[in-house]
Every structure is written in structure tokens, then in C-alpha cells.
């Protein structure tokens, strides 16, 4: 049986955190196994992310292997070292918050049951999991209630089982949480479907993903798998359906490829901050077949002195041609980076120079 990312407990998309930010300092709280390798990790092992539908949870070695799992050659899950002794009781705690949802966790209360002086247990805690214990019973209360509507359970009957109880107090406070209501969570907040396909073009495989509102993510490469992976990685919650590219995403990635100027009213749903929005749609300004050095996007902004932040800007683009990042060179001509390889960069820039001759 897949286990369903949705169905997970609740616990998981901590853990789920911890991996993709491959954090040591859950080394030994958890480990996790991949179905499709039948090998588990520690989660600060460096092998690839791992599709997150393919991943198993495991708080006991021991479990893990008995489920039919083989250590990593590579991080050696199985010589996990506490380098801090005070993992140990850490890691108690968590299992004590994740087993009471329905408890308010005073620091008090945690001390009495681990005979710690409530300093000890909160400066212990913070320093190993980066959050107060009740910043992390916040969390773990959160992703029940996340848990339980996504199955389509009434808000209601997913504010109690979450432990929200009659706590009207606690329970507002998700709403900002969530960033929206959760009677809206529940019908599905944005990008939580995302549908998607994969087509050939000039510079590899290419995936266009959208959700209802516009595309949130182009993404070019090898192989089609990789590309998948990265997509669920991208967004681990939400439900995605790989689609056949119909007549209208042919059309659209034709034009993309080509450097054709639709691309500028293509709706767009994506994440950004205030700066790599100014960056981005200067970028959509600049025409097809021409090229601005990070430092000339940083003068054109209005923010000189920011040609790293400019860089980093084009490097966290995710949607691939729509936002042409790949116009954005050194100030010497070198290409500089590209988030989906240099060469693939140096092609698109050769392809759109040529036809521009071409007219
Ligand atoms: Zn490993």
C-alpha cells in the first residue's frame, strides 16, 4: 500500500521538513525508509530527495528493519551517535506531545512529567528542534487539523480530533495559520490541486504545472521522473495529476520555447517577495533575443547595489521561459547561472538570437 501524503500523520510533515532540509539535529529522532530503494536514511543523509509518496516514517531503528528496510551505505542510519545527550530526552518529549493533541502543554506540565526544571526543558528543546515546546505542540495540533480536513472531515469534527477542543481561543488563531479560514482549507486552498504535463521541446523535457488560477511551475530537464519528483517535492501537499498536453499546452509551450511575447499575459501563480517580483517582471520586459547582466536588472530596479540579490532572485525562478531568467548574463558576457544547467541556458540564448535573424 502507498501511503498517501494526505493521510499521513500528522507528525510526518515535520518530519518531512526535517528532510528536505536534511536537519542532523533529527538524526536519531526519526528515520525514513524509501519503498521504492528499500533502503532508510537519517534524516541529514545526503543521497537524492526521495518522491515524498515513496517515503515511510520510522521514530525506532528497529522498526525499520523489520519492515524490511537495509541501512543506507551511505549515512550509516544504523551508527546514529547522539552528539548531544540531551537528545535523548528531546526526543521523549516530542513523543509525548505527539501522543497528547488533546493536553494544553504548559511548560509546567512538561517538567512535572520529565522531573526538569521547566529552563532546562525549554532552553534543551529550543536548542535542538529550533522551537519552544509549545511552538511544537502548536504544530503538531496544526497539521491534525491540516490532516483532518484535507480527508474532507467536517471543521467541526477536525478541530476536535486535532485537540483544538472547545478552545475558541487556540482555534482562531489557526485561521491565520492556515491563511485562510479552515472551513476554505477544507474546500482546498490554493494550489492544493495542481494539474500538470510533460512535453518535448527544443531545450529537453519540459513540465507545465498549473492550479486553478494560473501556472505555478515550468520546469526543464532529462528525464521526465526528475521532473516529477521535483514537482511533488515542490509542493508535498498538494493533490497532483499528470495530464496528457492538450492542443492549448502544445500552443503554449510552442510559443514559450520560441521567445513569442504572449508569455507576458500568461497568468501566473507563484510565490514571491516584493523584490523578486520587482526583478521578475523586469525580466518580462527584456525582449527575446537580447540580454541584461544581473548588475544592469539591479540599475534597472532602482536597486544598484543588489546584483547578488538579483542573482539570487533569478536563481529561485520557477517557472522556467515565462519568466526569462536565462536573459541575465555576467557583466564579462559569461553565462552565469542557471537553475536548469548552463548549457540548456546557452542554447535557449542561441536559439532566440537566431530568431531574431531570422526576422
Ligand atoms: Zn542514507
Redesign the pocket.
Known amino acids: 500500500m502507498t501511503p498517501n501524503p494526505a493521510e499521513q500523520n500528522y507528525w510526518e510533515a515535520n518530519y518531512w521538513d526535517a528532510l528536505l532540509n536534511r536537519d542532523g539535529r533529527m538524526d536519531g529522532i526519526f528515520y525514513y525508509g524509501v519503498l521504492t530503494t528499500g ?1 532508510y ?2 534524516p541529514s ?1 545526503h ?1 537524492r530527495l526521495p518522491n515524498p509518496q515513496n517515503v515511510v516514517f520510522f521514530q525506532q531503528r528497529d522498526r525499520a528493519e523489520q519492515a524490511g528496510f537495509r541501512a ?1 551505505k ?2 550509516h ?1 544504523q551508527n546514529v551517535l547522539r552528539a548531544d545527550p540531551r537528545s535523548e530526552l528531546v526526543e521523549k518529549v516530542c513523543r509525548f506531545v505527539e501522543g497528547h493533541p488533546d493536553k494544553p502543554i504548559t511548560l509546567l506540565a512538561l517538567s512535572k512529567e520529565f522531573g526538569l526544571s521547566p529552563f532546562h526543558l525549554q532552553r534543551s528543546f529550543k536548542d535542538l528542534i529550533g522551537i519552544s515546546p509549545r511552538a511544537y505542540a502548536d504544530a503538531c495540533r496544526l497539521q491534525r487539523l491540516k490532516t483532518g480536513l484535507q480527508k474532507g472531515h467536517s471543521v467541526t469534527r477536525a478541530q476536535n480530533d486535532a485537540g483544538y477542543g472547545s478552545s475558541s481561543r487556540l482555534y482562531e488563531r489557526t485561521a491565520t495559520q492556515l491563511g485562510m479560514t479552515p472551513a476554505a482549507y477544507r474546500k482546498g486552498g490554493p494550489g492544493s490541486l495542481i494539474r500538470y504535463s510533460i512535453a518535448d521541446s527544443p531545450f529537453g523535457k519540459l513540465l507545465l504545472a498549473a492550479t486553478e488560477k494560473g501556472i505555478c511551475s515550468i520546469q526543464l530537464g532529462d528525464s521526465e521522473k526528475h521532473l516529477r519528483e521535483a514537482l511533488h517535492q515542490e509542493f508535498p501537499a498538494a493533490a497532483v495529476v499528470e495530464e496528457t498536453p492538450s492542443a492549448s499546452t502544445e500552443t503554449l509551450i510552442a510559443s514559450l520555447v520560441h521567445g513569442h511575447a504572449l508569455r507576458k499575459r500568461l497568468p501566473l501563480d507563484i510565490k514571491a517577495t516584493a523584490f523578486q517580483r520587482l526583478v521578475w517582471e523586469h525580466l518580462q520586459s527584456i525582449p527575446a533575443g537580447r540580454t541584461e547582466s544581473y548588475s544592469e536588472v539591479a540599475q534597472a530596479i532602482g536597486r544598484p547595489t543588489a546584483t547578488r540579490a538579483v542573482a539570487r532572485a533569478c536563481a529561485s525562478n520557477a517557472v522556467a521561459l515565462a519568466i526569462p531568467c536565462h536573459r541575465v548574463v555576467r557583466n564579462n558576457g559569461e553565462m552565469g547561472g542557471y537553475r536548469w544547467g548552463v548549457e540548456r541556458k546557452k542554447a535557449i540564448l542561441a536559439a532566440e538570437a537566431a530568431t531574431l535573424k531570422g526576422f
Open positions: 533502503v536514511c537519517r543523509c543521497s543506507c551511505r549515512c542510519p
